[in-house]
């Protein structure tokens, strides 16, 4: 798949069986470069990161700047790069406070041994959506862990 803006084609996409919690495996695509889909091109094009970090998705509208920020920390995350993540997760913010987009922070921050930074984020997730699973579930798990 290639960028919408370089043209660059994305490389070492690979698939790896992963291990769910319930004993099934999953095939997960695996890739080292971290990158999005496009959401104006979405049979086949992508952001690279490159593209990201030099800011060319500021033709987008809100609602991709969104998704295409959220989707960028995640990937992020993934990757093991919480600095970056929390970046993007800020950026996703900056648009629009949501629950999800305050308990991914919160997750990005926990990683980065923020934890009361993160808890205080789940604490604001649950004023908005009392029933937001992530933010509960995580939330509990500091307090566990972090007294
Ligand atoms: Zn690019």
Redesign the pocket.
């Known amino acids: 798949m290639k960028?919408t803006?370089?043209e660059?084609e994305e490389k070492n996409t690979a698939t790896e069986l992963w291990a769910t919690d319930d004993g099934q495996s999953v095939e997960v695509a695996r890739s080292r470069d971290v990158s999005v889909e496009d959401p104006w091109n979405p049979d086949g094009k992508i952001?690279?990161e490159?593209?990201y970090q030099q800011g060319r998705v500021s033709r987008y509208n809100a609602s991709d700047l969104l998704e295409i920020h959220t989707q960028f920390g995640l990937e992020y995350l993934h990757a093991d790069q919480p600095e970056k993540a929390e970046t993007a997760f800020r950026e996703a913010l900056q648009i629009k406070t949501t629950a999800d987009g305050l308990a991914n922070l919160a997750c990005c921050l926990s990683k980065l041994d923020r934890n009361t930074e993160a808890k205080n984020l789940y604490l604001l997730a649950l004023d908005m959506d009392k029933d937001h699973f992530i933010a509960r579930n995580n939330l509990a798990n500091i307090q566990r862990l972090h007294r």
Do not use: A, G, K, L
């Open positions: 960028c803006f370089c660059r952001i690279c490159s593209c």
